[in-house]
């Protein structure tokens, strides 16, 4: 039997019109916004605070995941469909896909199998045209960077030694990592390096995604750090008077964008910063829409729970007074059997020996989730190749851990495939009481917020500051800035900074190279080992096997 890709299957469904979708959630057709048939803008005005109080917000994370990742969207989306399947009404809100991933190692990133949000290539793709306003934006601040720089009138006298605002594009391209500007002559600008980050590490993506309303967007944006004068002042967006244009080019993008699952259950898509390298969860806006318009929000935090979960609790939920009633935690056989010590290429052979021995890493996101006074429920998103065997060794685990434990097949069966795990998260969110308890104060020194996320959560032994790091500290302490959170750039592929660093590492020593300062987004960038904020494009891109024909349909995606 040959197996539908998810193209495929995306395409065998029929969309409902958006005013249908919109009708679920009690929006009028007046307060839409169309993109075509199936997208829609929702305005700013549909957020009421006081029901979002009464809404059940459901965090899904995951175990640190293999390359390919461990379908968190999908589980999200299937999740979703689940809910509306046991009668309750819910909606999914996601991250926007970026096209270096989609171009790069993905694919796709709109979800797998049944458990999907459409229309997939416009949302793969260009979408409603958000990560382009984000990219004119902070493009537009570099330029005006430079042209003051330039100017003989109206020069603020910014060292250029100083300026750290890069410029952005939505591709992995790691070419650009380091560039230099200005070159050819006086008109040509004073030369300086520089160099590209991707959008989606955007400190401007960062601010549309803790930014309340298009106000508190502006004075963000305002407050973004570019450098210094000659003489040591500190120098802002708002000093060059480019907050205002950058607020402009946002206009569109700050509202949140209505889609669908494959099974007609509202979906709220907007914002795209990666977890790795930025804090890895959809807007704030986004999320507090959800939860003005149904009774359970199901969203997902990027990568593992030591990345995105733990900056949607520490930055996203303290910024806006949110509380996650529950949080699921998704596990694959094959991320097990991966952190036990098989290899990539062997993942789909059974290994119940390396299932066993994987179970380490598992074990510590749970005790990261309780750290944060939240219940965790483990979803087993299950894949074809799984045994028996190696599903009753997680289903054991969990059991002697006292932890729910649901095995969800939603990429083949959609939301039937999660109605099970519907049930156990509605009845874990109903009795949730209290507040969670964060992993920091943000008016904690910021060696000791960095200290108790890398001891707590990634079980670093140590932390080396790096020479640049303590000169970017005494910054910090300059420009008073020590009681912003911590935004820690690190890899995913392992819970310590060294990504070959499998299972559940100990003893070893975490290296913050450098700090960056988001001053805008409102949070500090310590950034680990050798990530970098601009991803490169593997050896065999998967934009090599995206086509289009001459009828305009698009192949490829996955």
């Known amino acids: ?24 959630l009690s929006i009028s057709e007046e307060q ?34 293999t390359p390919a990742g461990e379908g968190k969207s999908t589980v999200s989306i299937g999740l979703a469909q689940g809910m509306k399947k046991i009668g309750k009404k819910a909606c999914v809100v996601l991250r926007e896909p970026s096209l270096g991933p989609v171009f790069g190692i993905k694919g796709g990133a709109t979800g797998g199998g049944y458990s999907q949000v459409i229309p997939m290539e416009d949302i793969n793709l260009h979408f409603t045209g958000d990560f382009s306003a984000i990219e004119k934006s902070h493009n537009l601040l570099a330029a005006l960077i430079d042209n003051n720089i330039q100017s003989k009138t109206r020069s603020l006298n910014i060292d250029p030694r100083t300026v750290l605002w890069k410029r952005v594009m939505d591709m992995n391209d790691r070419a650009l990592r380091r560039t230099i500007v200005g070159l050819g002559g006086t008109s040509f600008g004073i030369p300086r390096e520089t160099g590209f980050d991707i959008t989606a590490a955007s400190e401007v993506m960062a601010i549309l995604c803790l930014s309340e309303n298009l106000k508190d967007l502006k004075t963000r ?6 450098g210094f004068t000659y003489d040591r002042q500190p120098v802002y967006a708002r000093d060059l008077n480019a907050h205002g244009a950058m607020t402009a080019l946002m206009k569109d993008a700050i509202k949140p964008n209505l889609v669908q699952t494959l099974e007609g259950t509202p979906a709220i898509i907007h914002g795209g910063p990666f977890a790795n390298i930025a804090q890895g969860t959809n807007s704030v806006i986004a999320t507090k829409m959800g939860m003005s318009l149904s009774d359970y929000v199901i969203t997902e935090a990027g990568f593992g729970f030591d990345l995105g979960a733990e900056k949607f609790f520490d930055i996203k939920c303290q910024s806006a007074g949110l509380s996650p009633r529950a949080v699921v935690l998704v596990v694959t056989i094959r991320a097990l059997k991966y952190h036990g010590g098989h290899s990539l290429k062997e993942l789909t052979t059974p290994g119940p020996e390396n299932v066993t021995r994987g179970l380490a890493n598992l074990e510590k996101h749970l005790e990261n989730i309780a750290q944060f006074g939240r219940t965790a429920i483990v979803a087993i998103n299950q894949f074809t190749t799984d045994t028996e065997e190696e599903i009753d060794i997680v289903m054991s685990k969990c059991t002697s851990m006292g932890v729910h434990c649901v095995v969800s097949d939603v990429w083949g069966k959609g939301g039937d495939g999660a109605a099970d795990l ?13 507040h969670f308890t964060p992993m920091y104060h943000w ?26 790091a303590e000169r970017d500290l005494k910054k910090i302490d300059v420009l008073g800035l020590n009681n912003l959170p911590v935004c820690i750039a690190k890899t995913q592929k392992s819970l310590s900074d060294n990504p070959k660093l499998l299972g559940r590492p100990k003893d070893f020593v975490v290296t913050v190279r450098e700090i960056e300062i988001a001053s805008g987004a409102g949070f500090l960038i310590p950034i680990t080992g050798d990530i970098m904020r601009m991803p490169g494009l593997p050896s065999t891109p998967s934009a090599e096997q995206i086509d289009i024909s001459i009828d305009g349909e698009i192949s490829g995606l996955f």
């Open 443 to 468: 008016d904690e020194p910021v060696k000791t917020k960095i200290e108790k996320v890398a001891s707590k959560i990634y079980g670093a032994e140590a932390i080396d500051y790096a020479r640049q």
């Open 1 to 24: 039997m040959v197996m539908k890709t998810d193209l495929q299957i995306a395409r065998s469904v029929i969309p409902q019109h958006i005013r249908n979708i919109a009708e679920q």
């Open 221 to 226: 944006l305002g407050n973004i750090f570019v």
């Open 422 to 434: 519907a049930r156990v998260v509605s009845e874990v969110a109903e009795s949730a009481e209290g």
């Open 32 to 65: 839409l916004e169309y993109y075509g048939q199936y997208k829609a803008k929702l305005p700013l005005s549909l957020i009421d605070e006081e029901k979002t109080r009464n809404s059940h917000l459901v965090l899904v994370s995951a175990i640190s995941p």
